[in-house]
């Protein structure tokens, strides 16, 4: 048991401190990733509405009109997922 206390913090401190820059380049990419799936999850709440309202429904131009003022929501998706 005490070993494998041992080999563990060998290994670790063998590893040592990340390099700055790859450290910060993880932290972009994963508020980019966060970035994304925020959007997509606000859109696809949006989209589920505008469902709803179909089934219930609510005219078809109206809905389309809806969705067609979210395109920049779609496009920051888009410029998001390429970056990645």
Do not use: F
């Not at 932290?27 to 219930?56: F, G, K, P, W």
Request: net charge positive; hydrophobic share 40%.
């Amino acid at each position: 048991m005490q070993r494998a206390r041992y080999d563990t913090a060998a290994k670790l401190r063998a590893i040592g401190a990340p390099e700055p820059d790859l450290l910060e380049a993880l932290e972009d990419r994963d508020r980019c990733l966060y970035n994304l799936v925020s959007m997509a999850r606000r859109y696809r709440t949006i989209l589920s509405e505008e469902i709803q309202h179909l089934r219930v429904g609510k005219d078809q131009d109206t809905v389309q009109a809806s969705l067609g003022r979210w395109q920049t929501i779609l496009r920051d998706i888009k410029k998001l997922a390429g970056d990645l």
